[in-house]
């Protein structure tokens, strides 16, 4: 032994070595040298401290080499020491057994040696005294060498009796039970981790009563000796057999109700899930520990939140039932449904909850048929199709919105109401109903009636709702409401009918442009006879020109409508004119489907066109002429001007006219226009009969020169050069004369050509016709205005003569000879009047208007002085007015007529006012005046004048034809407002200057 180094201050050692210090066992730490490194305090206190190599320090402790030996081949052959026992020097300097074990440190630290003292037996018998269960010291041989004395109270044996003398095997009832320990005890031997250290047994007592013990058994280190406690169990054991039964029934019931059991420990937290609760989400039983946040991890999310609060509430007291449904994640990751009723079934002191009981139901199918249910209910309820539903006794327990709205009804009104309500047609109600009793389905068109009374036409099904076993529960009607299908159907028959019967035709194709369908009109438009001579067929064969009809069948696909004329072609060749109009017809979603066409035949329409526009083009050409004839002042200036205007007109070359003479033997060439280089012209034609003149000149057939190449021209050897037409003059008394065209680049004269210039003919003669006339009518116009000029001055002188010669008489004569005289006056001036009346109708007619300020007043005066007999009175007026020469006559015609009806005795007013840019003159006499229904008539020429006196009725017409001439206007009235007898009045306006 080397002398003990001074002890190291708590600072310098190691922590890992401090603690090696509060252990009581011997603890050596040996180097890989094999020399002491450290000891603990425990072998401190009783041997110092140790040093120097192994063989010493064991020597220190009191062992033998042989120890130290043993403990060093542990050491460089095994990693752990397993303990035994061996013997060292004690505290009190004798000897006792140690347990010695061993274990190497981490790498470069050596090995720790641990030496734990064997207690002796007094030691022993104090320590099991006290453990407060039965125990017994059990040597190798099983007997029993030590037991305290609750073990002598579960056996019924004293300690005497027991000690040294009984075995652990007397006190075990069955025999397989002391087989299984006895190998217990040998496996504890050989391998003590493998041997169970926990079991329970039947243990029989004096008395021979049977207990149920829980035993703890472990070997003693560093013996052969075995320790064991046991706890008597039996009652325990009882009660939870009698729980287990009771949760077997339970299980069983659960089992049979496919639910699960939940008991849940408020105050420790533990929940028990049966076997049911894991299995029914895909678990093994016991495959989780069912605590209350394992279970809300399972929990949807979605329902989590609802979950927590409601076992919230029921830990908290705030409610002590919950039934609640929720999803939970299963074993697989799908979620199924759960259906958990809880209960607070125990209570503390203070009302809290201590124990939550209950089910845990799988609803998954039920969820799923609910939802295929609601699926169903929702499919049915929105269904578009009116779903009823009715009873054994045919009465309606259910409709949906579009029964209801089908046949008018609300839902509270129809439920109860038996199904016969609902048919419009009581005899096909009963055959329908028993049809579809007897054959349990029926399908068809019925008529219904809805609340209103009106008819509803159906496409209705019925089928019957029977159970599991087939019993019948009621029925089932689907109806669908095909009123505006069998309207369309009719409307659609109608139209089809109408389109086969329709004298238009009509057709429609594919989108190839292939016929389909056809009408009988088409049939006979293109001349056959049959649907099958026509489709099949592609539209383009049937049109004179193939390309333009396929051009038209692309723009009617790419456009969607097509309107034209086209030509046809018919069965036999012949040609047609049509007006086409096509549409693309697309379906509800706008996708083409077909073509459509109707065609009518325009070939009359096209004729007729063609002859309107040949007679307008006639018409035109003729008002041309017309008007150029008008414009003439002569036959020579016209016959040259239609002559061109027909050249221009007709898009001729040139022509010429010829004008038979008076003789009518000779034709005299007029005018020529544009005739071709080379053509023979004759100034005269001696003799209008010789041919080929006389088939124009005197039968007045037209001829026409562009065809017969053998011809001549008259006096000509050779033949024709330029081709040609002669045309009649044809006017009311004869043939006049003709017409001669020569057409442009040698073309042929068409019909509309011949028709044409025929007319042209006849227009040219009666427009020279009516030139003669009116060269007639201008002179005997003008010689009888040279008759009229004589005839009215040498009467006016005579007249004036004769008035000189009758003055004279009447102031000479007395009493009847000269009242004779004045009426001899009265009817010179008569005829005096007539003439200037006359006279001044001619003016008028004749003379252009052009006005210019004349003075009024003078005027006025000078016809005054003509009346000297008569009693006037006017003021005078300083106003000029519009005028012409011919105002006086206005005022002779006035006063005359005032004097021939009122007689020498009667007094004339003549009255001259400011109107505006007016000026009013009214002319008032004391005569008989004028009847109202005559106020408007006394304008008219020779019409009645005032009373029964009768005139030639032109001066009042002549007085208002001036008026207006000069822009006024004029009127009869009362001179004393509403007394016609008491006097005329004749007011007018002039144009002030």
Request: charged share 25%; net charge negative.
């Amino acid at each position: 032994m080397t002398p003990i180094k001074p002890r190291e201050t708590p600072d310098e050692v190691p922590l890992e070595l401090r603690l090696l210090d509060g252990i009581d066992d011997w603890l050596l730490l040996i180097g890989r040298d094999h020399n002491v490194i450290r000891v603990n305090s425990a072998i401190r206190r009783i041997h110092g401290a140790l040093e120097g190599d192994l063989d010493q320090a064991v020597c220190a402790l009191g062992g033998s080499r042989g120890l130290a030996g043993r403990i060093r081949t542990a050491l460089d052959d095994e990693d752990e020491i397993p303990g035994f026992e061996c013997r060292l020097q004690g505290p009190g300097g004798g000897e006792r057994r140690y347990i010695c074990s061993g274990w190497r440190m981490p790498p470069g630290e050596g090995w720790l040696l641990r030496f734990r003292e064997i207690p002796v037996a007094g030691d022993y018998e104090a320590v099991v005294e006290h453990t407060g269960t039965a125990t017994i010291l059990i040597e190798d041989d099983g007997t029993i060498s030590l037991a305290n004395t609750e073990f002598e109270r579960l056996s019924g044996y004293s300690r005497r009796e027991i000690v040294g003398v009984k075995r652990l095997t007397d006190f075990i009832a069955s025999e397989d039970e002391c087989r299984q320990i006895r190998e217990y005890h040998i496996l504890r031997r050989s391998n003590p981790a493998a041997a169970p250290k926990n079991y329970s047994f039947s243990f029989i007592d004096r008395a021979e009563n049977v207990h149920i013990v829980e035993a703890t058994i472990g070997m003693m280190p560093g013996t052969a000796r075995a320790v064991m406690s046991l706890i008597n169990v039996t009652g325990r054991r009882r009660a939870e057999q009698a729980l287990q039964e009771s949760e077997e029934r339970l299980n069983l019931a659960f089992l049979a109700a496919n639910d699960g059991l939940i008991d849940w420990d408020v105050r420790t937290g533990k929940i028990f899930y049966s076997p049911r609760s894991f299995t029914m989400l895909g678990y093994e039983p016991g495959a989780f520990v069912p605590t209350y946040p394992m279970i809300l991890t399972l929990v949807h999310p979605e329902d989590r939140d609802r979950v927590g609060e409601a076992l919230a509430d029921l830990t908290s007291g705030r409610r002590d039932r919950c039934d609640m449904e929720f999803r939970v994640r299963s074993a697989s990751g799908d979620f199924v449904y759960v259906l958990d009723r809880l209960q607070v079934v125990s209570h503390g002191a203070g009302g809290e909850p201590l124990r939550i009981v209950g089910t845990h139901s799988d609803i998954t199918e039920r969820k799923e048929a609910e939802r295929e249910l609601r699926i169903k209910d929702m499919a049915i309820a929105s269904s578009l199709d009116a779903i009823s539903l009715t009873d054994l006794e045919e009465r309606i327990t259910y409709a949906n919105r579009a029964f209801l709205t089908m046949h008018g009804w609300d839902r509270e009104e129809i439920i109860g109401q038996p199904a016969s309500v609902l048919w419009a047609d009581p005899e096909e109600a009963k055959r329908v109903i028993a049809e579809f009793l007897r054959d349990g389905t029926w399908s068809g068109e019925v008529a219904g009636r809805r609340r209103d009374g009106s008819t509803v036409h159906m496409q209705l099904a019925l089928s019957t709702i029977t159970d599991e076993a087939g019993a019948r529960l009621g029925s089932m009607g689907s109806g669908i409401d095909i009123t505006r299908r069998k309207q369309a159907e009719r409307e659609l028959l109608i139209r089809n009918m109408a389109i086969a019967s329709s004298l238009t035709a009509f057709a429609i194709t594919d989108l190839d442009g292939r016929l389909t369908y056809a009408n009988q009109a088409f049939f006979s438009l293109w001349g056959y006879t049959s649907a099958a001579e026509v489709v099949g067929r592609r539209v383009t064969g049937f049109w004179q020109d193939e390309g333009e009809a396929e051009d038209a069948v692309r723009m009617l696909l790419e456009t969607g409508r097509y309107t034209g004329e086209r030509v046809g072609r018919r069965r036999d060749g012949a040609k047609f004119y049509a007006m086409f109009s096509g549409n693309l017809v697309r379906d509800e979603a706008g996708a083409p489907i077909c073509l459509a066409a109707s065609l009518t035949d325009i070939t009359d329409l096209k004729r007729a066109e063609a002859e309107i526009q040949a007679h307008n083009r006639e018409l035109s050409v003729l008002n041309q002429i017309i008007g150029v004839s008008t414009s003439a002042t002569g036959i020579d200036e016209a016959l040259g001007d239609m002559l061109a205007a027909t050249i221009a007109l007709l898009d001729l070359r040139g022509g010429g006219v010829y004008l038979v003479e008076a003789d009518r033997q000779r034709a005299r060439l007029i005018c020529t226009r544009g005739l071709p280089d080379g053509f023979p012209l004759q100034t005269c034609i001696p003799d209008i009969t010789a041919p080929p003149y006389a088939d124009v000149l005197v039968a007045g057939e037209p001829f026409f020169f562009d065809d017969p190449t053998h011809l001549r021209y008259p006096g000509e050897e050779r033949e024709m050069l330029h081709p040609y037409a002669s045309i009649p003059i044809v006017a009311s008394r004869g043939i006049i004369g003709s017409l001669n065209v020569v057409p442009r680049d040698r073309r042929r004269f068409t019909d509309a050509d011949r028709s044409l210039l025929l007319a042209i003919g006849k227009e040219v003669g009666s427009s020279l016709e009516c030139i003669l006339l009116i060269r007639q009518l201008e002179s005997a116009e003008r010689e009888a205005n040279l008759y009229l000029d004589i005839l009215s001055h040498d009467i006016r002188n005579a007249e004036n003569i004769s008035s000189l010669y009758i003055d004279i008489l009447i102031d000479m004569l007395e009493g009847d000879a000269k009242d004779h005289a004045q009426k001899i006056r009265s009817s010179i001036r008569k005829s005096i009047e007539i003439l200037r009346n006359v006279s001044t109708i001619r003016r008028i007619h004749h003379e252009s208007v052009t006005l210019a300020p004349v003075d009024l007043d003078e005027v006025i005066r000078d016809e005054i002085g003509v009346f000297s007999e008569i009693n006037f009175n006017y003021e005078g007026t300083d106003h000029a007015v519009m005028a012409d020469p011919l105002l006086p006559e206005v005022f002779t015609n006035l006063i005359g007529n005032a004097v021939k009806f009122g007689g020498s005795a009667v007094e004339i007013t003549i009255r001259v006012e400011e109107s505006g840019n007016d000026v009013l003159i009214s002319v008032e006499d004391t005569g008989p005046g004028i009847s109202d229904e005559m106020k408007d008539t006394v304008f008219m020429r020779f019409g009645k004048n005032r009373i029964q006196k009768s005139g030639q009725g032109l001066g009042l017409s002549i007085v208002r034809m001036l008026v207006e001439r000069y822009g006024g206007t004029i009127r009869s009235d009362d001179r004393v407002s509403g007394c016609p007898g008491c006097g005329a009045a004749f007011r007018f306006t002039l144009k002030r200057a």
